[in-house]
């Protein structure tokens, strides 16, 4: 990190251990990230923290986003390929805070893969990534797939991307 953005972030680069410091701007970046102060990152407040993060004009955000979806390459996206981009989300997110399966319980009646999160003793009583990532994906792609082809033009993408109720924070 350079010397400006620690000064700009509040923080000094000196006499702060490594590991406080990468944990202030961590809350740092995700009280940016979490617009509503919910406590929690949704799909719309990652993407938009995500377009803010990788480019400076609007268009070269949204881009810059719809390509990290768009995994073959090809100009448009799957519901295979949203599904990956949120599976990779969310097992990070599972992997990075020992407590974020918590936030999707599994009802007793639910079946469904029994992994979950959590160690042996919660194992089965929450939804795993793969199964958070698949519902999330499935809902954003059934709102972005305007014209229902099964692919998610870049148009498509910048319409369902902008329809945020965040959207104020894409400027």
């Known amino acids: 990190l350079s010397h400006s953005i620690l000064l700009r972030s509040g923080l000094s680069n000196h006499k702060v251990p490594p590991k406080i410091l990468v944990d202030k701007i961590a ?27 990788l ?10 986003t719809f390509y990290l979806f768009d995994l073959d390459g090809d100009g448009s996206i799957s519901l295979d390929e949203m599904i990956a981009y949120f599976t ?5 997110s599972y992997a990075l805070d020992t407590t974020f399966h918590t936030r999707f319980p599994r009802p007793p009646e639910a079946g469904g893969d ?34 229902q ?21 894409h400027e």
């Not at 990779?88 to 990070?92: D, E, H, L």
């Not at 099964?150 to 329809?163: A, C, L, P």
């Open 55 to 64: 480019g400076s004009y609007r268009n070269q955000k949204l881009r810059k």
């Open 149 to 169: 082809t099964g692919q998610v033009s870049f148009d498509e993408f910048k319409v369902w991307f902008n329809s945020s109720s965040s959207s104020d924070i």
């Open 114 to 147: 029994q992994k979950g999160g959590g160690d042996e003793e919660t194992k089965g009583k929450f939804y795993s990534a793969r199964e958070v990532a698949r519902y999330t994906a499935e809902s954003c792609f059934k709102a972005a797939d305007r014209d």
């Open 88 to 92: 990779t989300f969310f097992r990070v």
């Open 27 to 53: 809350t740092k970046v995700f009280g940016a990230f979490d617009r509503n102060q919910d406590g929690f990152v949704d799909n719309r407040e990652l993407l938009a923290g995500l377009s803010i993060l």
